[in-house]
């Protein structure tokens, strides 16, 4: 499992930097994902880093959110900027596409004053 961390509550406008921790040799050409899923609704794909560096945003956090990760560390963050109030939800770090074996606990933002 990857073990997502670094959320909490947030007043909007406010930042957050999340972190996961991969475990393997082969991170560095894994693809990885950062994902979330708010109550009630289906999780969803929030950004992408992919072994290239290149990276992918849903539209909703384009400009917001920053996806990189450390190799050395085999570590994936996602630098929160901008936060909104529907930006609540658990996040959750997996590849891309998401492996089912994967899927950890999440960690909880909330946005909200």
């Known amino acids: 499992q990857l073990q997502a961390s670094g959320g909490g509550l947030v007043q909007p406008g406010g930042s957050l930097r999340l972190s996961c921790v991969a475990s393997?040799?082969?991170?560095?050409?894994?693809?990885m994902g950062w994902y979330r899923q708010a109550p009630g609704k289906q999780r969803q794909l929030v950004a992408a880093?992919?072994?290239?560096?290149?990276?992918n945003y849903a539209d909703s956090v384009k400009g917001r959110f920053t996806i990189s990760r450390d190799n050395a560390k085999n570590t994936v963050y996602l630098q929160m900027n901008s936060l909104k109030p529907e930006d609540t939800a658990v996040y959750y770090c997996?590849?891309?596409?998401?492996?089912?074996?994967?899927w950890g606990q999440g960690t909880q933002v909330t946005v909200s004053s």
């Open positions: 997996n590849l891309h596409p998401p492996r089912l074996s994967d």
């Open positions: 880093i992919l072994r290239s560096d290149t990276t």
């Open positions: 393997g040799s082969i991170f560095s050409i894994t693809n």
